[in-house]
């Protein structure tokens, strides 16, 4: 009867170690799909970032003469945010940032404001003038919505955008901003939570 007990202990022990094998193993293989995931939808991002700039490439035509002057380069955004309106009439919120993208781009900014750097970011972001302004997909960006920088621990836990696009925080609202256009391409309500 002896013999029995340490035997039981044995097994016992052997298959809480296979219990914990199998966790680790199950949790690095939810690893590597959360992570397959991740790229998948980065990547799809940055095709729907490239197609709205193929876009905006072809409806730019040939550019107005280049201004350094305030009012002229307002001009200049005035024109070519107006051709892109005509192109994209039609567009609604969430035709970038689709559903799935959304929370994706949701995860990763929740990820930014509780990771290490977390409290520096919610606190840049307190620091911006309180906004509350309605946004429309095409609408000229708010003149009177300061251009609040984002903040780069953010940034960095973002897609990386191509040249002519930027990123911005209106209220809780992460904005997809056309720099050359100065339009709102898209949006996600409720992003900075």
């Excluded at 490439?57 to 309106?85: C, H, M, W, Y």
């Excluded at 990820?111 to 977390?118: E, K």
Aim: aromatic share 4%; proline share 7%; hydrophobic share 40%.
């Amino acid at each position: 009867m002896n013999i029995a007990i340490p035997h039981c202990r044995w097994v016992l022990a052997v298959a809480v170690l296979c219990l914990v094998l199998i966790g680790g193993v199950k949790s690095v293989a939810q690893e590597a799909v959360a992570a397959a995931d991740s790229v998948k939808l980065g990547t799809d991002f940055q095709n729907r970032a490239k197609q709205y700039l193929d876009l905006r490439k072809k409806v730019a035509g040939k550019s107005p003469k280049q201004s350094d002057s305030p009012t002229g380069i307002a001009a200049n955004q005035k024109v070519l945010g107006e051709r892109i309106r005509d192109a994209r009439s039609g567009a609604k919120q969430g035709e970038i940032f689709t559903p799935e993208l959304t929370t994706y781009f949701r995860r990763k900014i929740a990820a930014s404001l509780t990771g290490p750097h977390g409290n520096g970011v919610r606190a840049s972001l307190r620091h911006a003038d309180p906004v509350n302004v309605k946004l429309q997909v095409n609408q000229t960006y708010p003149e009177n919505v300061p251009l609040q920088s984002t903040p780069p621990s953010l940034l960095l836990n973002l897609p990386s955008l191509p040249e002519g696009l930027e990123y911005r925080i209106v209220g809780r609202d992460l904005v997809l901003r056309d720099t050359e256009a100065n339009i709102v391409v898209d949006f996600i309500p409720d992003a900075v939570s």
